[in-house]
């Protein structure tokens, strides 16, 4: 793959093998049905529109079909969309190359286990560290693939062990700063606190939210999870697992964004200070990496709908001129 559809602008022009990420029925003024097709690569995703769709058209173009996707870039309030002009779906003879098109973690599966791994023995407090490790076995092989979100912020394979390793490295700089902190219970916290997740999403690929993800939420999942796994363990009327339970609850912070509390206890509000500062950082740089120097990005929905600027100098470039420098004055 050349290009990636992330780094495409509006007026060019595409021809690539592209996977379906989702797909929604609609009818158009005219009364006429339509699919909007939502199209990704591993650097990203676009939406794009198949007009005047037909029966055939809807069992053809499903979540985790490939397609060979012609057309055009456009915009539509402040977003890339791809207009088509061609679309049929894959054969087994297209040279398709499937790790092409899955977005991932820029670490390996292996990395982040052994990162994480690392982490959990850093937890000395016997209930904290016995409970944060049976949840981590029961749901090690999905807990390691699977994303952390449908369309937000880390949604890509492995993104949800991703952002986990993020947060407690931040974690581990916050503690070192402020040796006050309960490491044990922030570290612990981190770990769990997006674990309902993997009944809330339908998989890796073509993510959707299952029934009991709509209906309960990966919050009341995961508190749930929580006690049934101290039961078993003989923990359950430690003060400890209540905490660790309100940590999860509250990683929201506000009843609109899906928790019931806010935080109430420090370790419980640095959670929910990290869990939103690498959410936004991953959907800031994900913006801006396919923004040209001295633009601004197109309107990112969890930024209430703002649009970024990307500065005009370029950091590649100053690293090349200082080397330049370095060169001119050692010579």
Same mark, same amino acid.
């Given at each position: 793959?050349?290009?990636?559809?992330?780094?495409?602008?509006?007026?060019?022009?595409?021809?690539?093998?592209?996977?379906?990420?989702?797909?929604?029925?609609?009818?158009?003024?005219?009364?006429?049905?339509?699919?909007?097709?939502?199209?990704?690569?591993?650097?990203?995703?676009?939406?794009?529109?198949?007009?005047?769709?037909?029966?055939?058209?809807?069992?053809?173009?499903?979540?985790?079909?490939?397609?060979?996707?012609?057309?055009?870039?456009?915009?539509?309030?402040?977003?890339?969309?791809?207009?088509?002009?061609?679309?049929?779906?894959?054969?087994?003879?297209?040279?398709?190359?499937?790790?092409?098109?899955?977005?991932?973690?820029?670490?390996?599966?292996?990395?982040?286990?052994?990162?994480?791994?690392?982490?959990?023995?850093?937890?000395?407090?016997?209930?904290?560290?016995?409970?944060? /490790?049976?949840?981590?076995?029961?749901?090690?092989?999905?807990?390691?693939?699977?994303?952390?979100?449908?369309?937000?912020?880390?949604?890509?394979?492995?993104?949800?062990?991703?952002?986990?390793?993020?947060?407690?490295?931040?974690?581990?700089?916050?503690?070192?700063?402020?040796?006050?902190?309960?490491?044990?219970?922030?570290?612990?916290?981190?770990?769990?606190?997006?674990?309902?997740?993997?009944?809330?999403?339908?998989?890796?690929?073509?993510?959707?939210?299952?029934?009991?993800?709509?209906?309960?939420?990966?919050?009341?999942?995961?508190?749930?999870?929580?006690?049934?796994?101290?039961?078993?363990?003989?923990?359950?009327?430690?003060?400890?697992?209540?905490?660790?339970?309100?940590?999860?609850?509250?990683?929201?912070?506000?009843?609109?964004?899906?928790?019931?509390?806010?935080?109430?206890?420090?370790?419980?509000?640095?959670?929910?200070?990290?869990?939103?500062?690498?959410?936004?950082?991953?959907?800031?740089?994900?913006?801006?990496?396919?923004?040209?120097?001295?633009?601004?990005?197109?309107?990112?929905?969890?930024?209430?709908? /703002?649009?970024?600027? /990307?500065?005009?100098?370029?950091?590649?470039?100053?690293?090349?001129?200082?080397?330049?420098?370095?060169?001119?004055?050692?010579?």
């Amino acid at each position: 793959m050349l290009k990636g559809i992330a780094f495409y602008k509006e007026g060019e022009h595409v021809h690539e093998y592209l996977l379906i990420k989702s797909v929604t029925k609609g009818l158009a003024s005219n009364g006429k049905p339509f699919l909007t097709i939502m199209l990704q690569d591993k650097t990203g995703d676009i939406e794009s529109k198949l007009w005047g769709s037909t029966p055939e058209d809807e069992s053809n173009y499903v979540p985790g079909v490939v397609v060979l996707a012609e057309g055009d870039v456009t915009t539509f309030r402040g977003r890339n969309q791809f207009k088509i002009r061609t679309i049929r779906p894959a054969s087994d003879h297209d040279p398709i190359n499937k790790a092409d098109l899955v977005m991932a973690a820029p670490l390996s599966i292996d990395e982040l286990n052994e990162k994480i791994t690392q982490y959990l023995f850093e937890i000395k407090n016997p209930v904290i560290q016995r409970l944060t /490790r049976a949840l981590l076995k029961k749901h090690h092989h999905d807990f390691f693939e699977y994303p952390a979100a449908v369309s937000i912020h880390h949604n890509f394979l492995s993104g949800l062990a991703y952002h986990v390793c993020c947060m407690l490295d931040m974690a581990k700089a916050v503690v070192n700063l402020y040796p006050e902190i309960d490491k044990d219970l922030l570290y612990a916290g981190i770990i769990i606190h997006d674990m309902g997740k993997l009944e809330e999403l339908s998989g890796v690929t073509a993510t959707s939210y299952t029934l009991t993800g709509n209906l309960l939420g990966h919050i009341s999942i995961m508190i749930d999870k929580i006690g049934k796994i101290a039961d078993e363990l003989g923990i359950g009327d430690k003060e400890e697992v209540l905490l660790l339970q309100h940590m999860v609850l509250s990683h929201h912070e506000n009843p609109e964004w899906g928790s019931p509390k806010p935080p109430l206890f420090k370790e419980a509000e640095i959670l929910h200070i990290l869990d939103d500062m690498d959410a936004k950082i991953n959907v800031m740089t994900r913006a801006v990496r396919k923004t040209r120097p001295g633009e601004f990005s197109e309107r990112i929905f969890a930024m209430n709908n /703002r649009s970024l600027y /990307r500065p005009s100098f370029d950091t590649n470039d100053l690293e090349e001129t200082s080397q330049h420098i370095h060169e001119d004055n050692t010579n």
